[in-house]
């Protein structure tokens, strides 16, 4: 069975700090081009980051840059989100994906062009 296992969610206070993994079974992550989405309660999943494996190339939406960084461990098959400065509207569930094609992000022209998903896990930023 192909898929993730997501953990690393809690709830934690604003300015403080968590990290979510998404280790791969039965797929190999490496040629994968890898993505972070999230979706708050009531609102539409939106993208969070993107790592393409075709060109290198790395993408963080606009509220999160300089605050959160998407990295990957190809030797433990995982990926990874370190979040810092979190705030309240960082609060919602956090799911992982892979693109197997390794396609560049600009290439990518929405959550569907992603082939595997974590099941998603709750981040909760207290006020």
């Known amino acids: 069975q192909l898929q993730f296992v997501e953990s690393g969610g809690g709830l934690v206070q604003t300015g403080g700090s968590l990290r979510l993994s998404c280790e791969a079974s039965g797929f190999t992550l490496d040629y994968n081009t890898i993505g972070w989405f999230r979706q708050a309660p009531g609102k539409e999943r939106e993208g969070v980051s993107c790592?393409?494996?075709?060109?290198?190339?790395?993408y963080y939406a606009d509220f999160v840059k300089g605050r959160f960084t998407s990295s990957r461990d190809n030797a433990k098959n995982t990926m990874y989100l370190e979040m810092n400065n979190l705030e309240p509207e960082d609060t919602a569930v956090y799911y992982c994906?892979?693109?197997?094609?390794?396609?560049?992000?600009?290439?990518?022209?929405?959550?569907?062009?992603?082939?595997?998903w974590g099941q998603g896990t709750q981040v909760t930023v207290s006020s």
């Open positions: 790592i393409s494996f075709s060109d290198g190339s790395v």
């Open positions: 994906a892979a693109n197997r094609q390794g396609l560049a992000c600009t290439v990518i022209e929405g959550e569907d062009e992603y082939d595997y």
